[in-house]
């Protein structure tokens, strides 16, 4: 993200509250605080596990196959897998806004240099990813959604994002916009997850009886 074109992204992330409050705007800080903040609040657990990238996009789906936070296959869901592209060169690549929004709240001082999205409206096998500053969002849609029962899709072009809620409804927004209805949910997506999780691991129980 282009901290020149964005004065106003130069504060700190603060993404608060997960469900049911007013969640900040996401927000970039300064390089020389991420450089220089020697605790960042980040439980260890939980730093990105990765090296080091200066190119996060290179051969991105061979170094980041699958999600940090899910497991899921970042090439079967290429369409909707997003990747935060941290100021100190380390990187979450996730297998949704979702995941991507678990990122957000749990690196807290760590700023984001970029954020990238899938363009859902791209005809490629592959979804190409865009810088989410330049895309536009599908929220609420008739679109399946991953990790969550509201669609969030990034389309590159607007006019494909138009055109797909003229034939799928829901509302047009900017990552910003997409991010706050992401942590809007989290609750009731979070326990949807979990459900379907534990009822797979019974059936699985069952099968080995």
């Known amino acids: 993200m282009n901290n020149n074109h964005n004065p106003e992204r130069r504060q700190i992330l603060r993404l608060l509250t997960v469900a049911g409050a007013t969640v900040g705007v996401a927000a970039l800080s300064p390089p020389v605080l991420a450089a220089t903040c020697e605790n960042d609040g980040?439980?260890?657990?939980?730093?990105?596990?990765?090296?080091?990238?200066a190119?996060?996009?290179?051969?991105?789906?061979?170094?980041?196959p699958k999600c940090?936070?899910?497991g899921m296959d970042r090439k079967q869901y290429h369409h909707s897998r997003h990747l935060v592209h941290y100021q100190d060169d380390l990187v979450d690549a996730t297998c949704s806004l979702h995941?991507?929004?678990l990122s957000l709240a749990i690196n807290l001082d760590r700023?984001?240099?970029?954020i990238y999205a899938a363009d859902f409206g791209a005809k490629d096998d592959l979804k190409p990813l865009v810088a989410v500053e330049a895309a536009t969002y599908l929220i609420g849609s008739k679109l399946p959604g991953v990790m969550t029962k509201q669609s969030k899709v990034a389309f590159a072009a607007k006019t494909a994002a138009?055109?797909?809620k003229a034939e799928h409804g829901g509302e047009l927004g900017d990552f910003d916009a997409a991010?706050?209805?992401a942590y809007q949910s989290m609750a009731g997506d979070t326990m949807m997850i979990r459900k379907?999780?534990?009822?797979?691991?019974?059936?699985?129980a069952g099968h080995g009886q």
């Not at 190119?55 to 170094?63: A, I, Q, R, T």
């Not at 379907?196 to 699985?204: H, P, S, T, V």
């Open 55 to 64: 190119k996060p996009l290179d051969n991105e789906l061979s170094k980041y």
């Open 68 to 70: 940090p936070y899910c």
């Open 196 to 204: 379907k999780r534990a009822e797979k691991r019974q059936q699985g």
């Open 179 to 181: 991010l706050r209805a």
């Open 99 to 101: 995941c991507a929004a």
């Open 111 to 114: 700023g984001p240099k970029a």
């Open 162 to 164: 138009e055109a797909a």
């Open 42 to 53: 980040t439980p260890l657990q939980f730093i990105p596990k990765t090296a080091a990238d």
